[in-house]
């Protein structure tokens, strides 16, 4: 018998790798990925992964979706809300789930974020675009399932920000070397941010399409831990040996002089248009993206995770910032990367938007 195959939307971004490598390494299932380049460089990678094949097109084509639905038994879709913006990212998750439920998918996961605006009492210091934008189509796909799951089953895979971010080159938390101390300036005051390993991203989307029955009308919500900054820059200390910090800046300042700054006024959503009232600059989207951390309150706050849950799910799973710097520094040696200090200190981009330079058709 034939694997079963699954479509892929999202495929070639951050996340989108490891969940494919984790659903085609024991040639359990097949993928069909939706790309707008089939040439490029994360495509190729893909499909040398086997039992991958790739399918030229855009989430934003009624068409292109039916094409990538057909044939398919189950279906990922993390649609990029960089690209997009928050207006259109909604109408075309909405449509993917909808064309699936007609195609005859029988398990749809939704790559999923926190809908903070919600979770905080639509409190507006949380208000952050790309957050909320996926936050409330995976509650309305989870409505919808209730009486949809006869015909086709659903399940929420809630990430948050990657831990992978905290030392590649132009993310929101990309640090400085300043006089030989690795510095994050980041307006994060005493809060905790739910990083998410990619690595274990592979295991907990596998372990979702491997227990269809016990994942149905679930939202997996994912993390490495609630990590402090300043536990954050112990545990890169203690791994590499050399010095590291995190300093609280105020926004103002860190609008001014962050990572993100040059870009500060620039549409969240490459191709959304600043003219729609609808839409965010990254300034606005970030701001509440900071604060939602900030002032979250720990795991007893906005944002919760059950970690007995992921044990449980995952018992190999990685718990703390140090775990995952010892890891990568490990695993960056060994691929040619560099020990994390050669990284920090010459930052390469892990973001599939850094690397397309924040273009692309929509």
């Known amino acids: 018998m034939s694997a079963p195959k699954v479509f892929v939307v999202g495929g070639t971004g951050a996340q989108g790798i490891p969940v494919i490598r984790g659903l085609v390494k024991d040639r359990t299932f097949s993928v069909k990925v939706l790309t707008r380049d089939t040439t490029s460089k994360r495509a190729q990678q893909l499909l040398a992964l086997g039992n991958v094949e790739l399918l030229e097109g855009t989430f934003a084509s009624e068409a292109d979706l039916r094409t990538g639905f057909s044939g398919c038994d189950y279906a990922f879709v993390n649609i990029d809300g960089f690209n997009s913006g928050e207006k259109t990212e909604i109408f075309w998750a909405i449509r993917a789930y909808e064309l699936a439920f007609e195609a005859g998918i029988k398990f749809f996961v939704y790559g999923n974020l926190d809908f903070v605006y919600k979770k905080s009492g639509y409190d507006s210091k949380f208000r952050s675009g790309h957050y909320d934008g996926k936050g409330r189509i995976g509650e309305w796909i989870l409505d919808q399932n209730r009486t949809n799951q006869n015909r086709m089953r659903a399940a929420l895979f809630t990430t948050g920000p990657y831990i992978e971010m905290t030392i590649a080159a132009r993310t ?90 040059p870009a500060a006024d620039a549409p969240c959503g490459y191709n959304s248009n600043l003219a729609d009232p609808a839409a965010m600059n990254i300034r606005t989207n970030f701001t509440g993206f900071w604060n939602m951390w900030k002032y979250s309150g720990g795991n007893g706050g906005v944002i919760k995770r059950d970690y007995a849950l992921l044990d449980e799910i995952h018992p190999n799973r990685i718990r703390t910032a140090e775990e995952w710097f010892r890891r990568e520094e490990k695993r960056g040696i060994e691929v040619g990367l560099g020990s994390l200090w050669e990284r920090v200190n010459n930052p390469k981009p892990t973001l599939k938007i850094v690397e397309d330079g924040a273009k692309g058709r929509l």
């Not at 640090?175 to 005051?189: D, I, S």
């Open 172 to 261: 929101v938390m990309t640090p400085k070397v300043e006089n030989g101390v690795v510095t994050w300036r980041v307006p994060l005051g005493d809060g905790a941010v739910c990083h998410v390993a990619l690595d274990d991203c592979e295991h907990y989307v596998r372990w979702l399409f491997d227990h269809q029955d016990r994942a149905n009308g679930m939202d997996l919500e994912v993390a490495i831990g609630h990590i402090p900054y300043v536990e954050l820059a112990a545990a890169f200390e203690n791994v590499t040996g050399h010095p590291a910090r995190y300093i609280d800046e105020s926004l103002d300042e860190y609008w001014k002089t962050g990572p993100m700054a």
